[in-house]
T-cell receptor, first 112, second 114 residues
């Protein structure tokens, strides 16, 4: 079993839709949770960072962490074609917080 | 230049060649990382440097040799690579200590080994 599971997609939605992206994990020591956005032929760009459980909102983006279920989500409201990218979840914890464990990424396509 | 830069952006090399990838960060960080990103696979951490000292080698074959002359520059020296080493090689940086999980990536070098 992978430490971090992420549906590869692709996920295709119409412009304006609410998008839900998710990851599950198995290591209960994880306490730092990140979402990265990666456009084609570019490096990952840090989008959201959450420590421990709870919600965090930044504009159209909301990150949720449910440590009891070992489940994290990224919601995108009013999705735009420019949101079309691969979204990577990443997490770490314990003494080795620098060791990010990544999901495989979900490819999102927002249709105009 | 801002953020994390990497050169070259694309590289094609034969299995007997020697080449080097370069990374430079302009964020004032003290930790730098090399990652490998292969198609359909999660990013794999290769090497970690803190204050120019290597603190992690994630069982990477010796045909990959990192070098960190100072906290702003990181190199990955390549020699006698195999076709399965073809991938996107990403450099990242972060603060050292309590904020190392917040890493910022460069655009990557797309490597093709023939």
């Amino acid at each position: 079993q992978k430490e971090v599971e992420q549906d590869p997609g692709p996920l295709s939605v119409p412009e304006g839709a609410i998008v839900s992206l998710n990851c599950t994990y198995s290591n209960s020591a994880f306490q730092y949770f990140m979402w990265y956005r990666q456009y084609s032929r570019k490096g990952p760009e840090l989008l959201m960072y959450t420590y421990s459980s709870g919600n965090k909102e930044d504009g159209r983006f909301t990150a949720q962490v449910d440590k009891s279920s070992k489940y994290i989500s990224l919601f995108i409201r009013d999705s735009q074609p420019s949101d079309s990218a691969t979204y990577l979840c990443a997490m770490s914890g314990g003494d080795s917080s620098y060791k990010l464990i990544f999901g495989s990424g979900t490819r999102l396509l927002v249709r105009p | 230049e801002t953020g994390v830069t990497q050169t070259p952006r694309h590289l094609v090399m034969g299995m007997t060649n020697k080449k080097s990838l370069k990374c430079e960060q302009h964020l004032g960080h003290n930790a730098m990382y090399w990652y490998k990103q292969s198609a359909k696979k999660p990013l794999e951490l290769m090497f970690v440097y803190n204050f120019k000292e290597q603190t992690e080698n994630n069982s990477v074959p010796s045909r990959f040799s990192p070098e960190c002359p100072n906290s702003s520059h990181l190199f990955l020296h390549l020699h006698t690579l195999q076709p399965e080493d073809s991938a996107l090689y990403l450099c990242a940086s972060s603060h050292s200590g309590g904020d190392q999980e917040t890493q910022y990536f460069g655009p990557g070098t797309r490597l093709l080994v023939l």
